[in-house]
C-alpha cells in the first residue's frame, strides 16, 4: 500500500523548493501542508523541534534535512532516477548538492544572519544574502554542464534542482542575472516535465 507523505512546506523556502521539485517530478502524491511563520516559531516545533521547513511525515516518522528526505524518496520511490550514472557520477550529484545546501544556502539562512549580524537592516540582509550566493555559485560554475547542458552527466538530477533554486533565491533578492546560471535554467524548463514540476511561480 502507498504511504501516505506529507510535506511541510512554505512559500519561498528554498529547501522545501528541492523536496517538491523532486516529489512533483516523480509524480508522487503528497499533501503539503503550508507552515506560516508564526508556526515556524511555535506549534511548528512539536512537528520539528529546529524550526525549520521542509519536513517530511511518513508512517508516524519525520524526516528533517531536504537531502536526508530527497534521499530517502529516492530509495523509496526508485523510478525516474534522480541520483543515477555511476558511483563516481553520483558523487559528483551529492557533492554539487552538499556545496549549495550546506556551504552556499546556511550561512545566508536568516536564522544565522539574525544571530550573526542582528544589525543588519532588512534590505542590506538581502543584498548579503543575494552576493554570497552569487559568489559562491561563480566559484561552483567550472564543475557543472561539462558533459552535457545538465549540471552533472548527461541526465537531469537532483544537482540540477538544488542549482537552479539557489540561483532564483539570488536572483529573488536582487541579484542581476548570471548568464551561466539563467542558460541553465532555460535548458531544465525546455523539458515539459521538469517545467512542469518546478514549484517556483518566481519570473527568474
Ligand atoms: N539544511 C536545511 C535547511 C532548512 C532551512 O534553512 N529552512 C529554512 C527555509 S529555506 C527555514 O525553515 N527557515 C526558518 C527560519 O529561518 O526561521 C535543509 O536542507 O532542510
Known sequence: MLQELILYSAQGSNSSERVEWVLDYKRIPYTRIEVTNEALHTTYREINPFGYVPCLAVSGHTLVE?????????????????????????AAVRSVCEYVNASIHSP????????????????SKRELRGHWIATCLNQLMGQLCADSPFAIGKHFSIADIFVASIYKKARQHGMEELPFYQQHLLWLRQHARIQAAEPSVTPF
Open 66 to 90: 531536504s537531502m536526508a528526505i530527497i534521499e530517502y524518496i529516492e530509495e523509496t520511490f526508485p523510478k525516474d532516477k534522480l541520483i543515477g550514472g555511476s558511483a563516481l557520477e553520483r
Open 108 to 123: 545566508q539562512n536568516r536564522t544565522v544572519l539574525k544571530a550573526f549580524r542582528p544589525e543588519l537592516t532588512e534590505q
